[in-house]
């Protein structure tokens, strides 16, 4: 007798879609997420608006994430958090999501790669045992296309399928001026 040892593939499915069209990918941009559509993330971003981003501490940026998100509750860090912030409150692609987010601040002032998720490259594993829809990686610098891959690889698995949103420094930076919480650069005086 025979059984059946596959049958099929788990995938996300959005019944909006109209026919004939593919399923949206797993990654989300900020320029998806309501809460961001009065930012221009085309626009051009300064070599000194991204030193500015590396002198907002991180508390300040995940305040101002948590008020985008409408969450007036923000938790203090501790060793054993499995993300720096979760909330319910996210709207992407015209749909509410709960979402979990990992900040990376200025204390890793340089493009991340996997090294810097932990002393065992494991802090990124953390937020994807969160209950949530959205996993969204934030970063004061550059974000490595490793990094990247690591979170579409996580987005993908097939047992529990989610989004995943990564903020390079930049579009943290144009977050942060949208908000006016970007520090002005100090002005070079005349030669």
């Known amino acids: 007798m025979l059984r ?54 991180e508390d300040t940026v995940k305040r101002a994430f948590a008020l985008a998100a409408r969450r007036a509750y923000v938790p203090k860090d501790w060793g054993g958090e499995r993300s720096d912030l979760y909330t319910s409150r996210v709207f992407a692609r015209g749909r509410q999501l709960s979402a979990a987010w990992l900040f990376k601040g200025p204390g890793f002032p340089r493009a991340m790669d996997v090294k810097a998720l932990g002393k065992n490259g494991d802090q990124i594993d953390r937020p994807f045992t969160e209950p949530a829809e959205l996993l969204v990686l934030q970063h004061c610098h550059q974000i490595k296309s490793s990094v990247v891959g690591m979170m579409d690889a996580y987005a993908h698995d097939v047992r529990h399928p989610r989004f995943y949103m990564i903020i390079d420094g930049a579009d943290t930076g144009r977050i942060l001026r949208f908000l006016g919480l970007l520090p002005v650069a100090p002005a070079c005086p005349p030669l």
């Open 4 to 57: 059946p040892v596959f049958i099929g593939i788990r995938s996300i499915v959005d019944d909006d879609l109209p026919a004939g069209a593919s399923a949206p990918r797993a990654r989300v941009y900020p320029s998806d997420i309501g809460q961001f559509s009065g930012i221009d993330f085309a626009s051009p971003f300064a070599e000194a608006e991204g030193e500015a981003v590396l002198r907002v501490p």
